[in-house]
């Protein structure tokens, strides 16, 4: 029978016991052992039964236990200490606030997400962007930044998976009720649930409520569009992540960016928490956050331009995707309809809006309204997620800045890392406790810090690979466990079901592959040869095991294609206990997974792979990679800590032939080179070689791939001079600003590179010399104060192309002559030998640009009129 109304009985704490909830809301427990040592000994079977979510517990704990707990002393002293250790960690003074007034770092960062991937209690994430942002956040906290994240609250979260009897992906969507999860409804002085409320055409509304949950320090702001004041179809806007159609996602997004704005709004008016002077939006989901502060700026009276401008200063935009597909697109007509006078934001024209989105570049779709390129148009400040992701972005929006070399491309990069704490096995933790002692083993894997690191070098061999084993094995039991209940649910009796206790084998090579199932992340590659893959799997003296696990996008049935012929091959007989596909891949799974595998295995399509994380969260427990060189492993591969799979660049479009060869060369790495020196024995009669690599791989990469150096460096290199720019852009400096490039626009076409000359008699010259230049250039109606002559150079190939450009700026030395003309000089240093090059461009030129290519504006000489336009150096 079923209920026809569901509430939510909370427990009534003892006095003595109310510190456990606000311990229990403050999601810090999730990655602060001794907090959730401390639940797990309220009732250690019930914490069990939780998934280790204390709201759960407490909500399942019997009185009767709850007295015991509140007479039992000794635990009232650990319930004080954990309750004295949050006060103290919420309240005191940590990296950013050492630093605040010197630097003049940002009071507030608001930091917008589609997804959040906090714990398993609170499931809100889909992959490796949920991931990320959720380590964002919990480092942010650690450091002390002044962050408040912004998402959405989805009811379904994102798909449960199990398989079918044939192997078959299946989604289930579970109900979330969000008074069973760690949020609290943000409050009016009044008592009533803080709201806000969008226009929709047709003057329909579609109205939110506003849930807090506290991530550590950070809070974050989850709107909820399943209120009674909405329609049906208003409130099934945040029923899932990443469903529906077009226009359901297009109002997903728009409360993410215009709600979340007005969120933020809601929340530091009845916290008094500092309003943010930086908006950073991960990947273009909250680009119509930019929108909403527009308006926001000319209801104070500022024009459309000039909000712009102030709204450009402090925005940070961060693309994670290096595929065109997987950025969102929206019919243009569909984004016309939900804005402008009978929708939302009335105030703004609604040309300027598409305007915005539109991909006017070669090669772009007109009538398609683009998320990532409205976020480069709103942002100042942009980046991708690892240096090579960095240049696959600068090449995949070069057309945003026609004239523009890709690598001119104001797209900066910070790469990914993870936050250590959440991922980090309580075994590893302690054995870096017995070397350095748990608190700078706890600041080591929060802030960084090298010399830390460091003292890894000094474990013995013997601890290092005792800890592997006892890793390994707990992976093992994880794995059989998990592997009975998915077969269970394929419709398996349980007596059909013994041979899983002979599933892995703890003293095995274990690989892992764990992620999302696109098609360019190559699930199956190891399946190429499969006589092959058996040899390995079987081998007699260096046998291999694998454990994957993953998610197929519920629309892709190409994704869900490669699970079922994975999960096939697993089911053979003959090798299902070497090689193991775990359905319903989440944060808890990867929890063990990631320190029980001695290799992580990564093999997309390269450049496809933005960042990858899996791998650094892997490597922070002493497992090796075996990837190819793309997204961070392109960044920080060493021999000495990994393998790298060569790609096969040289194939073309054959993807069936650059897949036979990559498979081939993965197959020959694991049999030539990781399974050797895994089985390999020294003296010790330990793997002396192997333990090494892991040892390299713990202090090389491990202060690398930390989340606490990603924040930082967003905090160094991109928030604290967005904010900074956001002080500058006072109403005034906006509209000169604004003024300005519209009469640079204007008057561009009448500027022009017309002469250049230099002091070099002939095509050859001596390194080091240094050659006068001489550039006569027109303005038009512009002055030299509005742009600035460069020398661009720098190496030239066979096409005459500079390559690592060096720019000097010219200097004016008279003019305008009769014919308006302008001289300007200025040095050419001849500092590299080979063939060189070097020509001349104007740009425009403003003490408030974030760089001379923001603009998008360029003057260069035509072809072949620059006099001595190249002199080789030997």
């Given at each position: ?14 006095e003595a ?58 635990f ?6 954990a ?6 960690y919420?309240s ?6 050492s ?17 959040f ?6 499931p ?8 990320l ?12 930044v ?19 009897r ?15 999860l ?43 569009s ?31 960016g ?20 930086v ?10 956050l ?7 700026l ?6 459309f ?5 102030a709204?450009?200063a ?29 929708a ?7 040309g ?8 006017t570049?070669?090669g ?10 409205m ?62 002692g ?9 802030v ?8 890894i070098?000094?474990i ?16 093992v ?26 599933v ?12 999302r ?8 590659l ?11 799997l ?14 197929a ?8 294609r ?27 799974m ?18 496809l ?13 002493g497992?090796?990679n075996l ?5 961070w ?9 990994g ?7 040289g194939?073309?479009?054959?993807e ?6 990559e498979a ?38 491990g202060?690398?791939?930390l ?35 519209a ?9 022009t ?38 020398a ?26 009769l ?13 590299r ?11 425009p ?5 974030a760089?001379?290519?923001e ?19 030997r």
């Open positions: 029978m079923k209920a026809i109304r569901r509430f939510t009985v909370r427990p009534v704490l003892p016991l109310h510190p456990l909830s606000d311990l229990a809301r403050n999601l810090r427990w999730s990655w602060h052992a001794e907090t959730r040592d401390l639940f797990q000994s309220v009732d250690a079977g019930r914490w069990a039964a939780s998934g280790g979510d204390p709201v759960r517990l407490l909500g399942s704990v019997p009185p009767a236990r709850l007295a015991e707990l509140a007479e039992d002393r000794r009232l002293r650990r319930l004080a200490a309750a004295d250790d949050l006060a103290d919420m005191g003074d940590r990296w950013y606030q630093r605040a007034t010197d630097f003049g770092l940002p009071a507030a960062i608001a930091y917008f997400s589609p997804e991937g906090i714990t398993a209690a609170l809100q994430y889909s992959g490796g962007l949920g991931i942002a959720g380590d964002h956040l919990k480092a942010a906290s650690d450091l002390g002044p962050l408040i994240g912004v998402g959405l609250l989805y009811r379904h979260g994102y798909f449960r998976q199990t398989l079918s044939d192997g078959w992906q299946q989604e289930h969507y579970p109900v979330l009720d969000p008074n069973e760690p949020l609290a409804p943000l409050r009016e002085p009044d008592g009533t649930p803080a709201r806000l409320s969008l226009a929709l055409p047709g003057g329909r509304r579609l109205k939110a409520r506003i849930w807090l949950a506290q991530v550590g320090r950070v809070p974050l702001l989850m709107l909820d399943d209120v009674e004041e909405n329609d049906l179809g208003e409130r099934s806007v945040t029923d899932r992540l990443y469903g529906g159609g077009s226009e359901h996602r297009l109002k997903q997004e728009m409360l993410l215009i709600g979340g704005v007005r969120a933020v709004r809601t929340y530091c008016r009845l916290t008094g928490h500092p309003e943010p002077e908006f950073h939006t991960n990947e273009g989901h909250a680009g119509f930019g929108l909403e502060r527009i308006a926001e000319c209801a104070t009276g500022l024009d331009d000039s909000a712009l401008e709204v450009r402090g925005t940070v935009f961060t693309t994670h995707t290096p595929v065109p597909a997987g950025i969102d697109r929206f019919d243009r007509e569909l984004v016309a309809r939900h804005f402008g006078p009978d939302e934001l009335a105030s703004l024209d609604v300027r809006v598409l305007r915005l989105g539109m991909e570049y070669p772009g779709e007109p009538n398609l309204f683009n998320m990532a390129v976020g480069l148009r709103l942002g100042q400040r942009a980046n991708g997620v690892s240096l090579l992701h960095g240049n696959v972005s600068r090449e995949m929006f070069s057309g945003l800045w026609p004239g523009f070399d890709p690598d001119e491309v104001p797209i900066t990069s910070v790469t990914n890392g993870v936050h250590a704490p959440t991922w980090v096995a309580p075994e590893v933790f302690r054995l870096g406790a017995r070397q350095i748990a608190g700078r083993t706890e600041e080591a894997l929060s960084g810090g090298s010399d830390r690191w460091d003292s070098r000094n013995a061999d013997q601890e290092i690979w005792d800890l592997r084993r006892v890793l390994r094995e707990q992976l039991l994880e794995v059989r466990e998990r592997l009975y209940a998915s077969w269970r649910q394929r419709g398996a009796g349980a007596a059909e079901l013994g041979w899983i206790d002979g892995l084998d703890p003293d095995v090579l274990t690989i892992g592959f764990a992620r199932v696109p098609s360019y992340k190559r699930l199956t190891m399946l190429r040869d499969r006589d092959r893959l058996m040899e390995l079987l081998h007699p003296e260096r046998p291999l095991q694998i454990v994957v696990a993953g998610k996008h519920p629309a892709d049935d190409g994704g869900k490669l699970i079922q012929e994975l999960v096939r091959f697993a089911d053979d007989p003959r090798v299902r206990h070497r090689v193991v596909f775990l359905p319903d891949y989440g944060m808890a990867a929890q063990k997974l990631y320190p029980g595998c001695d290799v992580w295995l990564n093999n997309p399509l390269r450049p792979e933005a960042c990858g994380t899996s791998g650094m969260k892997a490597a922070l427990n497992c090796l990837s190819v060189l793309d997204g492993w392109d960044e920080w591969f060493q021999p000495d800590f393998w790298a799979i060569p790609t096969a660049d194939v073309g479009t054959d069936d032939r650059r897949d036979d060869l081939a060369a993965l197959y020959d790495l694991l049999e030539q080179r990781v399974a050797p020196r895994f089985y390999e024995r020294g003296s010790s009669g330990l793997p002396d070689r192997w333990i090494e690599m892991v040892r390299q791989t713990l202090t090389l990469l202060p690398k791939v989340a606490g150096r990603m924040v930082r460096e967003y905090v160094e290199r991109l928030y604290t001079p967005a904010a900074h720019a956001h002080r500058a852009m006072t109403p005034v400096a906006a509209r000169t600003l604004a003024d300005w490039k009469r640079v626009r204007g008057a561009w076409h009448g500027v590179v017309d002469h250049v000359e230099t002091s070099a008699t002939t095509a050859r010259a001596e390194l080091g010399t240094t050659l006068g230049l001489r550039v006569r250039v027109g303005l038009g109606d512009l002055a030299p104060d509005d742009v600035e002559v460069q661009v150079s720098g190496r030239v190939d066979a096409d005459d192309r500079i390559a690592d450009a060096t720019t000097v700026p010219l200097k004016p030395v008279s003019g305008p002559d014919e308006g003309r302008w001289l300007y000089e200025g040095p050419l240093a001849l500092d030998t080979g063939p060189y090059g070097y020509t001349v461009r104007i740009l030129s403003h003490p408030l640009l760089s001379g290519a603009p998008g504006l360029v003057a260069a000489p035509p072809d072949g009129s620059a006099e001595g336009a190249g002199v080789l150096l």
